[in-house]
């Protein structure tokens, strides 16, 4: 039973989000990786949402470019959280999908990440530390992680 959907608006995204699912696979979390559109396919984003929803998904992962209204329609169909990835795809280099991600009414939040391949990672890892909140397992290897941070900038430092 998948935990994490991830949507993306189009196949053209797959590149920039493919580090999310590595991420969520490395961290042993379920999830969805797929394709569906606010705009070409709304009633495909609709049925999907309330479809996982009833599966048990916990979170919902949204990332698209250009006037990027996937995490907001899909914030639109469920109480779970929404975590948005506004991604690069135009020659506003992002802030067109920036704004429309982040820019939500009062009641229907997105927790919007950073553009492109850092945003995918960190919906990841913010998914998963959501999903932690009631998964001890799942906490300590996120805690592993960081260590591993951590001792990678110390092995940096010494390096020099
Ligand atoms: C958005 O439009 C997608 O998320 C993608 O970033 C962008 C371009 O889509 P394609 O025309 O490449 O399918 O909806």
């Given at each position: 039973?998948?935990k994490v959907?991830?949507?993306?608006?189009?196949?053209?995204?797959?590149?920039?989000?493919?580090?999310?699912?590595?991420?969520?696979?490395?961290?042993?979390?379920?999830?969805?990786?797929?394709?569906?559109?606010?705009?070409?396919?709304?009633?495909?984003?609709?049925?999907?949402?309330?479809?996982?929803?009833?599966?048990?998904?916990?979170?919902?992962?949204?990332?698209?470019?250009?006037?990027?209204?996937?995490?907001?329609?899909?914030?639109?169909?469920?109480?779970?959280?929404?975590?948005?990835?506004?991604?690069?795809?135009?020659?506003?280099?992002?802030?067109?999908?920036?704004?429309?991600?982040?820019?939500?009414?009062?009641?229907?939040?997105?927790?919007?990440?950073?553009?492109?391949?850092?945003?995918?990672?960190?919906?990841?890892?913010?998914?998963?530390?959501?999903l932690a909140?009631?998964?001890?397992?799942?906490?300590?290897?996120?805690?592993?992680?960081?260590?591993?941070?951590?001792?990678?900038v110390e092995?940096?430092?010494?390096?020099?």
């Amino acid at each position: 039973m998948p935990k994490v959907v991830i949507f993306m608006g189009s196949i053209s995204d797959e590149e920039k989000m493919r580090p999310c699912s590595d991420l969520l696979n490395d961290l042993g979390v379920e999830h969805v990786f797929t394709v569906s559109s606010a705009h070409r396919t709304p009633e495909r984003t609709a049925k999907l949402v309330a479809e996982y929803e009833a599966d048990g998904c916990q979170v919902f992962i949204c990332a698209a470019g250009l006037a990027a209204h996937l995490a907001g329609a899909v914030a639109a169909k469920t109480t779970k959280p929404v975590l948005g990835v506004p991604l690069t795809a135009s020659p506003l280099g992002g802030m067109d999908a920036l704004l429309a991600t982040v820019q939500m009414p009062p009641g229907f939040p997105v927790g919007t990440l950073a553009l492109d391949q850092v945003g995918a990672r960190n919906a990841a890892w913010l998914a998963a530390q959501i999903l932690a909140l009631h998964d001890e397992e799942l906490a300590g290897r996120i805690k592993d992680a960081r260590e591993g941070f951590k001792a990678s900038v110390e092995k940096a430092a010494a390096s020099l």
